[in-house]
């Protein structure tokens, strides 16, 4: 009875604050929270480009050259949940603070790593402190922007500095490497933990949920228990099939949300507010951004390599490449807000996935011709293009669902999946990418010297790097693999595409 009070109080206060216009603090606020989110999302893509010149340096073999890209998203993904509701419970702009002092000694560690394991464990660390100040971010933008149009709006650049520094993270990675090592590429997070260390006491609220109770350490374990082994079980699907190591580990993640659902609906004060999934507005939205995230986190990788590996691109030149994708998406995520005052949120999804699906279609058709940069840069662009619009307005969606006590979980939510998405599409449209070049690739038509074949026959990166002891004919076969790995993933990624604006269009109508 007391819960439900509490709820009809936070409601009718939600409705006298809802016109309530943000000023000149809560603006400054924005563009300070702008940059751990813009940095969380530069580090998610960083080693794309670098990801050659580390592996000359590190040398990782294949499996832990993934790990490495992937570790950082499936660590935020498995503690986001997790840190959103501590951060409504113990305060949100604490937890972003002490969030922020983690990545920069993670930072520390990944920029000096000596091997790929060491390197590995960096990332992995920067994934937990990543997780802290993703919904932190989100949560004190609802709690700033009580008006829906400027929360709309506020949202909006949120998702788009996050989306902008994914794009921009292979612009950045391959500027650095022109004048530095790879470890600078890290060295990033320092001036702007520095600067959000000084600033965020002067222009962020802090905020606690009104009725937090204590910290329920149970829920936390099941949490983490439940959510990491998926993760761990997606990837291993991905790479090795239906095997022990993938089937295990996703049927204890499964045993684990069961209990953890049945804990949350025991307690007084669950961890989750379960009552969140009864909206089918907030439910499409996280499929959306789920599967709209898998097929740009695979093709990302697999352009930024093309762009390098088949086209022979420099990473700086790589990088600039990516520029109008980045523009693209910049846009749409301020756009598509605004043009949301005048249509249905779900209209506008749809004609984005509509574009992004053209996107992949013509990836679909790449070849490995030099004429190729043009297509892919085009390609690229109207896929970010559908980003910018799912990430600022699928985010709305989910955040405003949730009441104010809960904006914590439920951007925390969001944001995993989002994570999720991201490292499953590496690992499932990369692993089916490298599957396809490993089996056209099986037969090299040239006796190599020894030690070259395995090289070669492992991936383009790997035939690349021995470029010079192998016959030009053998590196062009290698590269029309890979070609054909990226237009099949490519091709995947735009049917699902095509069928998120389907759902978009019937389902993302007004409840």
């Known amino acids: 009875m007391a819960q439900g009070i509490d709820l009809i109080s936070e409601q009718r206060e939600a409705g006298e604050t809802a016109n309530q216009k943000a000023g000149l603090r809560e603006w400054l606020g924005l563009a300070l929270l702008a940059l ?7 580090d998610l893509t960083l080693l794309h480009l670098a990801l050659p010149a580390l592996a000359i340096d590190l040398r990782p073999n294949s499996i832990q050259a993934l790990w490495i890209i992937d570790i950082y998203g499936f660590m935020i993904a498995g503690f986001l949940v997790t840190m959103g509701v501590l951060g409504d419970r113990i305060g949100r702009r604490k937890l972003l603070l002490a969030g922020a002092l983690m990545f920069a000694l993670a930072s ?19 994934g937990v ?67 959000l260390l000084v600033l965020a006491p002067l222009l962020l609220p802090e905020y606690r949920a009104p009725v ?12 983490l228990l439940a959510i990491l082994p998926v993760v761990f079980a997606i990837k291993q699907f991905a790479k090795y099939g239906a095997v022990v190591s993938a089937m295990l580990p996703l049927v204890m993640g499964a045993l684990f949300i069961l209990l953890f659902i049945k804990r949350q609906r025991r307690l007084s004060q669950p961890f989750v507010e379960l009552s969140l999934f009864t909206s089918r507005h907030f439910n499409i939205a996280l499929i959306i951004l789920l599967v709209g995230l898998i097929g740009v986190g695979g093709t990302m990788l697999l352009v930024t390599q093309y762009l390098q590996l088949v086209v022979g691109l420099s990473p700086m030149a790589a990088g600039l490449w990516m520029g109008p ?30 574009l992004s699906a053209i996107g992949y279609v013509l990836m679909a058709r790449l070849d490995n011709s030099p004429q190729g940069i043009v297509l892919v840069t085009v390609a690229f662009s109207l896929v970010y293009l559908g ?45 089916l990418s490298t ?76 409840e």
């Open 36 to 42: 751990p989110t813009l940095l969380l999302g530069i």
């Open 108 to 126: 520390i560690m990944a920029a000096y790593s000596s091997s790929a394991t060491m390197l590995i464990i960096a990332r992995a660390l920067l």
């Open 129 to 195: 402190a990543g997780a802290t100040l993703m919904p932190s971010t989100l949560a004190l933008i609802s709690n700033m922007f009580k008006n829906a149009h400027q929360r709309g709006l506020a949202i909006g650049v949120w998702a788009t500095m996050f989306a902008l520094g994914m794009a921009s993270g292979p612009v950045i990675g391959g500027l650095l490497l022109a004048h530095f090592w790879w470890g600078a590429a890290f060295l990033v997070a320092l001036p702007v933990v520095a600067c």
């Open 212 to 223: 937090s109770g204590r910290i329920d350490i149970l829920s936390i374990g099941l949490s």
């Open 325 to 354: 994708p980045a523009l693209a998406m910049l846009v749409a995520g301020i756009a598509s807000p605004l043009l949301a005052r005048h249509m249905l949120p779900g209209r506008i999804i749809a004609l984005a996935m509509g």
């Open 387 to 431: 980003l910018g619009t799912i990430a600022s307005l699928g985010t709305d969606l989910v955040v405003s669902a949730a009441p104010a006590s809960q904006a914590g979980a439920a951007s925390a939510m969001s944001e995993m999946v989002q994570e999720l998405g991201l490292a499953v599409g590496v690992a499932m449209l990369g692993s």
């Open 435 to 510: 599957l396809v070049y490993r089996g056209l690739m099986d037969t090299v038509p040239i006796e190599l010297t020894d030690g070259m074949e395995p090289v070669v026959q492992d991936s383009l990166a790997g035939a690349v790097s021995v470029s010079s002891e192998i016959p030009a004919l053998v590196l062009e076969q290698a590269r029309e693999a890979f070609t054909t790995g990226f237009n099949i993933a490519a091709g995947i990624s735009g049917v699902m595409i095509m069928c998120l604006a389907i759902l978009a269009a019937v389902k993302l109508r007004p």
